[in-house]
Antibody
Framework: QVQLVQSGTELKKPGASVKVSCNAS????????IDWVRQAPGQGLEWMGW????????NYAQHFQGRVTMTTDTSTSTAYLELRNLRSDDTGVYYC????????????WGQGTLVSVSS | EIVMTQSPATLSVSAGKRATLSCRAS??????LAWYQQKPGQAPRLLIY???TRATDVPARFSGSGSGTEFTLTISSLQSEDFAVYYC?????????FGQGTKVEIK
């Protein structure tokens, strides 16, 4: 069965960076992409970007341009999200989801990773 | 970017009754519209894609309709497990964008 397992809770100080991992199993990793979605406490879902599992091509939301990097390691079927220069309003749960690409929605989701940014 | 607007923000419905949720896009997304359900402390779950196709294992009481800029999610007879927040998302063009969500609560 398709599973996406994310890394654990991160506690960071303002200005630091965080790298969240998402290990995929149960499907051919390179046949799909990975979406990353953020949810601030008590708020809605915010799409951050997408990376192709095959080419590594990315599409980032404008809001995160310059601070975010999405990468993959096809040898371990793992996707990574790095967010730099963290601020307190980056606090939230970060989700990865299997995303085939444009014209297809994300279908299977990881359990989420809590990133807390506080001095 | 395409702005997705959901209404109402909160919907109070009795168990066994019908719930109708709306989603409007700021420009046409054709049928490239998905609905997600999210319960507290859980990841979102894909319910509907292609505006009207139920995802795997989604009960038949959930149905989606619409195209272009106007979409509807209908839950025909609310069960206790359906009380949650529902989000629409367009995936027609990058960036993908979500609506702000509709909370379906027990009346």
């Amino acid at each position: 069965q398709v599973q996406l397992v994310q890394s654990g809770t991160e506690l960071k100080k303002p200005g630091a960076s965080v790298k969240v991992s998402c290990n995929a199993s149960g499907y051919i990793f390179t046949n799909y992409g990975i979406d990353w979605v953020r949810q601030a406490p008590g708020q809605g879902l915010e799409w951050m970007g997408w990376i192709s599992g095959y080419t590594g091509n990315t599409n980032y939301a404008q809001h995160f341009q310059g601070r975010v990097t999405m990468t993959t390691d096809t040898s371990t079927s793992t996707a990574y999200l790095e967010l730099r220069n963290l601020r307190s309003d980056d606090t939230g749960v970060y989700y990865c989801a299997r995303g085939p690409g444009v014209l297809s929605p994300a279908d299977y989701w990881g359990q989420g990773t809590l990133v807390s940014v506080s001095s | 970017e395409i702005v997705m607007t959901q209404s109402p923000a909160t919907l109070s419905v009795s168990a066994g009754k019908r719930a109708t949720l709306s989603c409007r896009a700021s420009q046409s997304v054709y049928s490239n519209l998905a609905w997600y359900q999210q319960k507290p402390g859980q990841a979102p779950r894909l319910l509907i894609y292609g505006a009207s196709t139920r995802a795997t294992d989604v009960p038949a009481r959930f149905s989606g309709s619409g195209s272009g800029t106007e979409f509807t999610l209908t839950i025909s007879s609310l069960q206790s497990e359906d009380f949650a927040v529902y989000y629409c998302q367009q995936y027609n063009i990058w960036p993908r964008t979500f609506g702000q969500g509709t909370k379906v609560e027990i009346k």
